[in-house]
């Protein structure tokens, strides 16, 4: 059964912090591993991976995939109460569909 | 331009009754997919579609069905409801279609969502 596992299920941090999400699967015929943050509604994409060992970067927004390991982590650093929401793993499997991980709760206290 | 859009935002429904949600996909996406978000869960597939056609289906009852319009927009039907069905239920669009010979996947753009409660 393919599954996407996100851990740790919540994280509450102060401003200024740096944070470790992490994913890992076991999917069939993995395509791509996305991440995504969803404050109240819409998750909105912030990165999408496909190769092992190159980090994708995007401010204090940085990750990375195993291919060989089959994992992936999200690092976020000097945190900000905007940071707060819930982080989604996904990964596109056979047939180009989506499986989504349970997300990340990230709390982050002024 | 306009991102992914949804109708209604929420919606009451009762047990036993149907219920259509609506989807327009970013312009020039003619991908749709459905999925359903519970309380504390992440989302599930439901379905996609790409040129009107289904071309995935996740594991929901024959009550959920759903279909695409030549504008590429689409519908998600669910009858007989339950109190289970209550969720987020989301559309997403996105520029790949389907077809797993085609390269690398686009990412999901996601609508707010419709939040269905059933009562």
């Known amino acids: 059964e393919d599954k996407v596992v996100q851990s740790p299920l919540s994280l509450v941090v102060h401003e200024g912090d740096t944070v470790t999400l992490n994913c890992s699967y076991e999917?069939?015929?993995?395509?791509?591993l996305l991440w995504y943050k969803q404050e109240k509604k819409a998750p909105t994409f912030l990165f999408m991976l496909?190769?092992?060992?190159i980090e994708k970067k995007s401010g204090r927004l940085s990750s990375i995939l195993d291919k060989k390991e089959l994992f992936s982590i999200l690092n976020i650093t000097a945190t900000q109460t905007g940071d707060s929401a819930v982080y989604l793993c996904?990964?596109?499997?056979?047939?180009?569909?989506?499986?989504f991980g349970t997300g990340t709760s990230l709390t982050v206290i002024p | 331009d306009a991102g992914v859009t949804q109708s209604p935002t929420h919606l009451i429904k009762t047990r036993g009754q149907q219920v259509t949600l609506r989807c327009s996909p970013i312009?020039?996406?003619?991908?749709v997919s459905w999925y359903q978000q519970v309380l504390g869960q992440g989302p599930q597939f439901i379905f996609q579609?790409?040129?009107?056609?289904?071309?995935g289906r996740g594991n929901f009852p024959d009550r959920f069905s759903a279909r695409q319009f030549p504008n590429y927009s689409s519908e998600l039907n669910v009858n007989a409801l339950l109190l289970g069905d209550s969720a987020l239920y989301l559309c997403?669009?996105?520029?790949?279609?389907?077809?797993?010979?085609?390269?690398?996947?686009?990412?999901?753009?996601f609508g707010n969502g419709t939040r269905l409660t059933v009562t």
């Open positions: 997403a669009s996105s520029l790949r279609a389907a077809n797993p010979n085609l390269g690398n996947n686009s990412p999901l753009h």
């Open positions: 999917v069939t015929n993995f395509r791509s």
């Open positions: 496909t190769s092992s060992g």
């Open positions: 996904a990964v596109v499997g056979t047939g180009n569909q989506f499986y």
């Open positions: 312009s020039g996406h003619k991908s």
């Open positions: 579609y790409y040129e009107k056609e289904e071309r």
